[in-house]
């Protein structure tokens, strides 16, 4: 179930004038694998860690698609408590039922109103060489869906 997106050239081998064969030289987007995507559901509270574990064999940063669909109206904050580096994801003028959508990898976001309603910093998570918890912590209760791709080392 693992797979590359990868394009194959060929190169004709040409002896005294006609083909013997093809050199295949296959180029992938990524020195990792692709898993199929991965799918997390959570239900926040307001300023309650809520936390689940990333899975991938690439360490470093995953930037999901995101589904963010507050319990309430007001001001979202979504804070990644692991990801020091990075401040709050900060939704403004939020409305209780209607879902943003995020594209963290795109950097594309989606029913946040006015483009001034957001701060334009997307969460992430941390992926170390094990199974990695990250913690979600929001300032309003939501329901968050969570999509991203494994990556795998393989060899080919």
């Not at 020195?31 to 899975?55: G, P, R």
Request: hydrophobic share 35%.
């Amino acid at each position: 179930n693992i797979y590359y997106n990868a394009y194959i050239t060929t190169t004709p081998v040409i002896i005294a004038g006609r083909t013997y064969g093809y050199k295949l030289t296959a180029t992938t987007d990524n020195k990792y694998a692709y898993d199929f995507e991965s799918e997390y559901e959570l239900d926040t509270e307001a300023n309650i860690e809520c936390s689940f574990i990333v899975s991938s064999d690439k360490t470093g940063y995953i930037y999901p698609q995101m589904e963010i669909t507050p319990y309430e109206s007001g001001n979202l904050s979504l804070e990644i408590k692991e990801d020091v580096n990075q401040s709050f994801s900060v939704f403004r003028n939020v409305v209780a039922g209607e879902t943003i959508k995020l594209d963290c990898e795109l950097g594309i976001a989606e029913n946040i109103g006015d483009t001034d309603n957001f701060n334009w910093i997307f969460p992430r998570f941390l992926q170390d060489y094990d199974d990695t918890f990250n913690t979600i912590i929001t300032t309003l209760p939501c329901h968050i869906k969570i999509n991203y791709v494994p990556r795998r080392k393989v060899v080919m």
